[in-house]
């Protein structure tokens, strides 16, 4: 069961208090950030299409589906798409030259690989034209409380990225509300760009609670990447009113066009 947390100051800062007191045990002395809710606002003018990372991950995808997501994200000017490691190349080469980036996963999606395999993995999508990295956070270090560990897998993939943006998946259907909140602050501390809630093959998509939460905690100067579960206009722009920067989903035109998606990430 999902704790259905109140989220007043007080329990925000109990929640950077014992983060604090882990990471110091664990052997890391850093500062970690007092959390006041900052304010924000949704950009009502931003089109949504521009929100969206074009996504197809499927494990059985053949490389034409990875040319025709190409051709759809240039068609209508997503943010980007979002290929496995494997198509970057082959991504890279069809957006050249435009607005559109090539985002690839990283430790996807489970987040159990080391910390090297998730560095060298970085590298080479680097080296093959990624312009972003949406990595798998340790999800099992994180709810066991070794934050220090967490903070670590972070940050050497964010040093590994060399400036590329890069987004912290969490897999929020797998965290209780104390486990997202310190989620976020360590990838905050650490550098990333954007927390984002789900590789979509956790058992659960993004929740507006989980959204509002993870803007609350990260504030105005971090993106929040909604993803799983998103098929149509209404949810995506109820996930942007809630405070995500960003949309994940397959389902790119369906939303832009006003249609419903297919089931799939």
């Known amino acids: 069961m999902r704790d259905d947390l109140k989220m007043d100051q007080q329990w925000l800062d109990e929640q950077t208090e014992e983060l604090g007191e882990a990471l110091a045990q664990q052997g890391l002395s850093l500062a970690v950030p007092m959390l006041f809710g900052q304010r924000y606002d949704t ?17 059985d995808t053949p490389a034409r589906e990875i040319d025709v997501l190409c051709q759809e994200a240039l068609a209508y000017q997503f943010a980007s798409v979002c290929v496995n490691p494997r198509y970057v190349a082959l991504a890279a080469a069809k957006l050249q030259g435009s607005s559109v980036k090539t985002c690839t996963v990283i430790g996807f999606p489970l987040g159990a690989s080391t910390t090297l395999v998730k560095v060298l993995e970085s590298r080479d999508a680097l080296a093959n034209g990624a312009d972003e990295l949406d990595m798998v956070i340790a999800v099992g270090r994180l709810k066991e409380g070794a934050y220090a560990d967490v903070y670590r897998d972070i940050s050497n993939v964010v040093e590994a990225a060399s400036g590329r943006v890069v987004k912290v998946i969490l897999e929020t259907s797998l965290l209780t509300k104390e486990e997202i909140v310190k989620g976020c602050i360590l990838a905050k501390m650490a550098g990333a760009d954007f927390v984002k809630t789900s590789t979509g093959f956790g058992g659960g998509g993004a929740a507006i609670d989980d959204i509002r939460l993870m803007r609350h905690v990260v504030g105005s100067d971090m993106g929040v990447k909604a993803s ?24 790119g035109v369906a939303i832009v066009e006003g249609a419903q998606g297919k089931a799939g990430y």
């Open 228 to 251: 799983g579960g998103i098929r149509d206009r209404a949810t995506a722009l109820r996930m942007v009113e809630a405070g995500a920067s960003r949309i994940g989903a397959s389902a």
């Open 43 to 59: 950009d009502k003018d931003v089109p949504i299409a521009s929100m969206i990372d074009h996504t197809q991950l499927k494990p």
